[in-house]
């Protein structure tokens, strides 16, 4: 049965009026790369914020460019990219390596200018992220200047965690090549033939940082000038921030300079950003939420609250906003700001300011030494309106800019 499936496919392995490919002895996969993806994907490249990012982004477009409408044409018409937590982009800022999905299965492409095929470098998030790994790992050498790419072998997620060893200096996988299957032809075979056949090793499971940890953390790596940013905080952390949903794409977008603004509109579709809980979930991580002195018999609102970490100090605080709809269909706000740390007073001098779009300080309030909380006098905002809300202590401040 095997080998019946396995002549249909090499018999099947002719070349197309738009690309050309072919297999050597090993039947290994050469696919030719256009002149137009390579420039493409070079203008794509830019707008990273690293060098290291640009590369990434260079070889990976060339290589989903060029590897997925093969795929679709001669095996899978429905294979994908996959984007379902994080844009190709944001991956491709951080980490070598493309996944596409298949019916249920997923390929992790990595691919390399290197002409050394001794053995095979994975990433570790490919490897030990849930929500990253794939079934079956495609090793990828890129030829720009004849312009050309093969896949040089394969193997599963079984096999890596099986037989690879771990470098922790640079957080990479490396399979010898021995322990690779060249016969790329098998893979489809074996799909056919045993598509239940089992592919990912078990993983453990992994920690969830807390929010203002996992905030403070995403707020350091942004700064554009971390190079490297997969190496610079250990990977239990690193690895968690990728798990969460949307955090690499806030990470991609607040290193090229592109401001996060929180849209209260959405908030009444039960959208929020991560960076903003409920009241409920801020009192199960063990902080107090009486401090802003709420009441409980308010209704028909909405209430959220953010942990604020100014730099440069070592005091953490909490910002309240509560929403109301009014009958002109404006947005009613309030803005609190309190402390869950002793001692329970505010710093004096702490500032609470409302910002306007053009940076007009509309109103501000200033603690007082014996002030649990301060809040600024209720607003109200046409749709579509934004503003900024700044808290700041001495020289350190911290601004969150909103839209209605």
Known sequence: MVAELLSQYQRSLIPTQTMTFSFDTTTQLWLEISPASIEQSWQQSQSCSTPEGRWHTYLNQICLNTFLPWLQAEYEPNATAWQTLHPLAAIWEVVNGTAIEIQGKRLILIPSKSLDTSEFYIPQEWVDLPSWIGDYYLAVQINLDEGWLRIWGYTTHQEIVAKSSYDASDRNYYLEEEFLNQDITLLWVIRQVSPAEPTRATLPITQTLQQNYGASLLQRLSNPDLALLRLQVPFEFWGTLLEESSTLERLYQQRRGVKQIVNLGQWWQNRFEETWQSLENLMETGYNASLLNLRDSEQNVIKRVKLVNLEGTDRQFVLLLVLETEPDRRLGIRVR????????????????????????????????????????????????????????????????????
């Open 337 to 404: 700001l309190g402390t869950t740390e002793s001692p329970l007073c505010l710093p004096s001098n702490l500032r609470l300011a409302l910002i306007s779009a053009s940076g007009e300080i509309l109103q501000s309030v200033e603690a007082r030494s014996v002030d649990n909380f301060i809040q600024l006098k209720r607003f109200k905002c046409p749709k579509k309106m934004r503003f900024s809300i700044e808290v700041s202590l001495d020289n350190f401040s911290f601004i969150e800019e909103f839209t209605t």
